[in-house]
């Protein structure tokens, strides 16, 4: 009977915009919504019953939207990137390649919780943008 090796390496970029993208997305989220709400509602620090310009709400909803599918598509890839890293076997495997295994492991794991919270922070952002209006006060 012969054993079938898989290659457990998976390529680094796919492991950092696995890691990096929903947070990204999350940050732009929240620093572009919150300028232009700024910006729209308290002009000079006087603030406005309505925001100034009318596009104001359609474009951060579209950002919301952006930035949401930008923060599932790097779930997904961590999550991809967890499923062909598969569990963690160090019987036969050299040195070097136990190390990069390792690694491996251990920032798709990371990823994967990463990439799962700043997921939830996007959804949670997206359904405050829907409830509150960026011009009332709180």
Sequence with gaps: MTTVHRDSRIS???VLI???????AWMLQMMFA??????ACYPYNHPLG???VPWMR???VALGALCLIAGAFGTWLAWRNLRRVGP???GALNRERRTRAE???FLTRVAVMCSALFLFALIATDIAIAIV????WW
């Design 12 to 14: 680094m970029p796919y």
């Design 18 to 24: 696995g890691l990096f993208a929903a947070p990204f």
């Design 34 to 39: 919150e300028t232009l709400a700024a910006q």
């Design 50 to 52: 309505a925001p100034l």
């Design 58 to 60: 359609p474009a951060i």
């Design 88 to 90: 963690l076997q160090l």
């Design 103 to 105: 690694l491996d492991w």
């Design 133 to 136: 209006s960026p011009c009332r």
